[in-house]
Every structure is written in structure tokens, then in C-alpha cells.
């Protein structure tokens, strides 16, 4: 039940294709590649010096930027260089901390990650300059970050 009603007939649709994948060997392969893309984004996040907000390992990222209009051309900016990334401001973050969020997909390759992060890390820097923060975790979340 979606909002106390059915599931709609697209809603069904998805939900037996990922069934499917899910009960095939499609699964594993999949997971290979997207635990690749993690890590290939990670490393480039970082090297970059993005002030991503963690390196956990997700396909889902947050790149900080600051004030909400920093951020806002900074999307503007993406999608000219052919790239779709959500806008984050307050209320959904706090007030000074907006930025935008990220994913990727097993649909997504190695050359589209790699110039996305090029992109962004070119743009945030005419935007923004060299951010002060590179991102927020511990020393122990870093270790095990690096260790994954």
C-alpha cells in the first residue's frame, strides 16, 4: 500500500522485475558493479578534494557547497556540462550547508563517473574556490572507509 491505496500498475511492474533480479544470478553482477563505482567514486571524491559529507559505501553522495545561491549555480552549471545532481538547502539541511546529492547506478560507467567528478570539481572550485572542509568523519570512518 502506497499513501493507504493499491500499488499502481507501473509500481507492480518494478517491484517483479527487481523480484526477478533479484532471484537470478543478475543480482551478484550487478552488486560487483556498483561496489565498483563506489569505490571508483570514493577515490575520486576525495582526491578531488570535494568536501563530501562522508564516504560511506553508498551510491548516494552529498557535496557541501555553502550558501544556497553557491549551490543552486553550481547545479546550474552541472546540468550544462550534461550532468543532473539534486539541489540541497534549508529546511532539508541546515542553513549555510547546502550542496548537492548525488547517485550513480550499474547503468552509469566508469568514463561518465570519472567526468562527472571532473565537472564538479572544476565548477565548485570557479563557484566556491578551494573548500575549507574536505568532509565530516572521524579518523576511525576514514580508516575504515580506506580499508573497504
Known amino acids: ?3 493507504s491505496g493499491p500499488l499502481h500498475p507501473a509500481q507492480l511492474g518494478a517491484a517483479i522485475a527487481s523480484a526477478d533480479i533479484h ?4 543480482l551478484e553482477e550487478r552488486q560487483a558493479v556498483l561496489d565498483h563505482q563506489i569505490k571508483m567514486m570514493r577515490t ?3 582526491a578531488s578534494d570535494l568536501p563530501v559529507v562522508n564516504t560511506d559505501a ?6 557541501r557547497v555553502g550558501g544556497s545561491e553557491q549551490a543552486l549555480e553550481l547545479g546550474r552549471r552541472m546540468m550544462d556540462d550534461g ?3 539534486n539541489f540541497a ?4 539541511v541546515p542553513v549555510g550547508q547546502a550542496g548537492l546529492r548525488l547517485t550513480h547506478t550499474v547503468y552509469h560507467t566508469g568514463q561518465q563517473i570519472e567526468a562527472m567528478i571532473e565537472s564538479l570539481a572544476r565548477n565548485l572550485r570557479a563557484i566556491a574556490g578551494k573548500p575549507e572542509i574536505i568532509f565530516d568523519i572521524s579518523d576511525h570512518a576514514m580508516k ?5
Do not use: D, K
Request: glycine share 4%.
Open 58 to 63: 553508498t551510491p548516494l553522495w552529498f557535496v
Open 1 to 3: 500500500m502506497v499513501f
Open 144 to 148: 575504515r572507509a580506506e580499508a573497504s
Open 23 to 26: 532471484l537470478s544470478p543478475e
Open 44 to 46: 575520486g571524491l576525495l
Open 83 to 85: 550532468f543532473y545532481l
Open 89 to 92: 538547502a534549508f529546511p532539508a
